[in-house]
């Protein structure tokens, strides 16, 4: 099992940048894929980024947001720049074990609490 604890998220303007990060608890940490998962209010999760030892990542954020790993931190991160109104929303850590199912925001098996992320126009 393992427990996820997201931290960094606030408010930024519009152009602005956030990182964010999760620091998962258990030595199996390193065999799950992690991703990050987003959702705005009234609308349903919708999959952002996620990495094994290799990374995929939405069309709405791709060249914007950046996900890496430290495998000896357990800790996942998400760098974002040049943030819109529209990414808007509680961001969730979650892990899942396999790579076919990382954007299917459905399959994760772990989730943190989340993390809200605000972006002002």
């Known amino acids: 099992q393992v427990q996820l604890v997201e931290s960094g998220g606030g408010s930024v303007q519009t152009g602005g940048s956030l990182r964010l990060a999760c620091t998962g608890s258990?030595?199996?940490?390193?065999?799950?894929?992690m991703g990050w998962i987003r959702q705005a209010p009234g609308k349903e999760r919708e999959f952002v980024a996620a990495?094994?030892?290799?990374?995929i990542y939405a069309d709405s954020v791709k060249g914007r947001f950046t996900i890496t790993r430290d495998n000896a931190k357990n800790t996942v991160y998400l760098q974002m720049n040049s943030l819109k109104p529209d990414d808007t929303a509680v961001y969730y850590c979650?892990?899942?074990?396999?790579?076919?199912?990382?954007?299917?925001?459905?399959?994760?098996?772990?989730w943190g609490q989340g993390t809200q992320v605000t972006v002002s126009s």
């Open positions: 990495i094994s030892t290799i990374t």
């Open positions: 258990g030595r199996a940490f390193s065999t799950y894929v």
């Open positions: 979650a892990a899942v074990r396999r790579w076919s199912d990382s954007a299917s925001p459905g399959r994760y098996e772990y």
